[in-house]
């Protein structure tokens, strides 16, 4: 399976001749879904979720259709009939030929004053790719490749940390990063690879990694 890094909490995974995109956001780039056979989006947020990166995705392959949750699908599924599927945690489906199983139920805490809302992370093919979104979600399932939100309003280093050795993954790539400044990086690569247990990668965007 080929992975490729875009821009912030974006990737797109491509196996058979056919493309899966995951959170093709406001931080990514334009053209983030285009091509691709079929669309995941782990939650609302305008860093995950922009309505016109989808469209194009879907305009430019009369053949692919999202699978998200409730409160992004609502928005997309009048435009789209019959493209746009709604999933929760514990669902299981095929989109494009890759396998994909539903972990997790709530966003992040930012703030208590802030409510939660809804966010779902994606395995994929049996574990080999896991996309949490914006939760520290740990998927009761081995990990191969984790993708790691590496830097958020809602986090600090001591969780990022804590998750990878939770999870266990064989290697963890990181991920929602728009935020984080190339002067800032040696930091984060240094303390969560020498800490977290696993092999910690980072790709810049539009590189790509066999996994």
């Known amino acids: 399976m080929k992975l490729t890094k875009k821009s912030h909490a974006c990737i797109r995974l491509e196996k058979d001749g056919r493309t899966l995109v995951i959170d093709p956001g406001t931080f990514s780039e334009e053209d983030a879904a285009v091509g691709a056979d079929a669309i995941l989006v782990t939650h609302e947020h305008l860093d995950h979720f922009n309505e016109d990166r989808l469209r194009a995705g879907l305009e430019s ?11 992004v699908a609502e928005k997309l599924s009048a435009a789209f009939p019959g493209r746009v599927h709604t999933v929760g945690h514990g669902d299981t489906f095929t989109a494009a030929g890759f396998d994909v199983q539903v972990h997790g139920e709530l966003h992040a805490v930012i703030h208590p ?15 080999r790719v896991f996309h949490p979104g914006d939760a520290l979600t740990v998927p009761d399932h081995p990990v191969e490749t984790l993708m790691l939100p590496v830097m958020a309003p809602w986090s600090k280093i001591a969780e990022v940390i804590d998750y990878v050795r939770e999870v266990k993954p064989q290697r963890a790539y990181d991920i929602h990063d728009a935020l984080l400044t190339d002067l800032a ?27």
């Open 113 to 127: 004053d802030i409510p939660r809302i809804t966010n779902v992370g994606y395995l994929i093919d049996d574990g």
């Open 61 to 71: 392959n009369p053949a692919a259709g999202i699978w998200t949750l409730k409160s």
């Open 185 to 211: 990086r040696p930091i984060y690569d240094h303390q969560i690879g020498a800490l977290g247990g696993s092999e910690h990668l980072r790709l810049t965007p539009g590189a790509s990694a066999e996994v």
